[in-house]
């Protein structure tokens, strides 16, 4: 079964620190990976997504994600991390139901990112 | 450009009673979505619409839960009876297609069942 494991539900850091945030995903098809945002109280929003062509993809706030074929991975990095980026972030992953023709968004579990001052 | 349009934000009532929810889309998007998100784990798809046309409802529990989009445009999720393990947030999105678009997402409808 196609699934997506995020490995820390909570990460705290301080202002200005690097962060990572994992995610593994499993499948045995083609599939395309997307991170979204939830600030609190507000719906998800589009971080960043791998479609296909350059494995690094980058946001306009500066995160980025790097899709790992062999590892299936797809971790989220920010070099400097403000108060503003505390939110829950989701790993997701469309997945080709071939039968039916259409694709089907697969999300992980979710990490609360904590940035402190 | 408007966003994807959710009522109420949030509903509290007791087990066994009956609630809706509605939705109303990106203008222009054929693809809608309704999804459960139960406290410390991610959204769930509950059903699929493309036009006014189910794709999928895998996930739906048929004998409490309903859902349509007549006319493919807006829609309303029905539970009844509700169950405690139904409190969640119940997420609305919508895509252009039903490959791989961008979903964009509502602000939810809290729903506690007491």
């Known amino acids: 079964a196609q699934s997506v494991t995020q490995l820390d539900s909570q990460v705290p850091v301080f202002e200005e620190a690097p962060v990572e945030l994992r995610c593994n995903y499993s499948s045995s098809v083609s599939v395309y990976l997307f991170w979204y945002v939830q600030y609190p109280n507000q719906g998800l929003q589009l971080l960043l997504k791998?479609?296909?062509?350059?494995?690094l993809v980058e946001s306009i706030n500066g995160f980025e994600a790097e899709f790992n074929k062999s590892q299936t991975s797809f971790h989220l990095r920010k070099p400097s991390v403000h108060i503003s980026d505390t939110a829950e972030y989701f790993c997701a992953v469309s997945l080709a139901v071939l039968s039916g023709g259409y694709n089907k968004l697969i999300f992980g579990a979710g990490t609360r990112l904590a940035v402190h001052p | 450009e408007a966003g994807v349009a959710q009522s109420p934000r949030y509903k509290i009532i007791e087990k066994r009673q009956s609630v809706a929810f509605w939705c109303n889309p990106i203008s222009g998007h054929a693809t809608l979505y309704w999804y459960q998100q139960i406290l410390g784990q991610g959204p769930k798809l509950l059903i699929q619409f493309q036009n006014n046309g189910v794709v999928d409802d895998s996930q739906l529990p048929k004998d409490r839960f309903s859902a349509e989009r007549l006319k493919g445009v807006d829609s309303t999720l029905k539970i009844q009876p509700a169950k405690l393990e139904d409190s969640a947030v119940y997420l609305c999105?919508?895509?252009?297609?039903?490959?791989?678009?961008?979903?964009?997402f509502g602000p939810g409808t809290r729903l506690l069942v007491l």
């Open positions: 999105a919508s895509s252009l297609g039903t490959t791989q678009e961008t979903q964009y």
């Open positions: 791998y479609l296909s062509g350059s494995t």
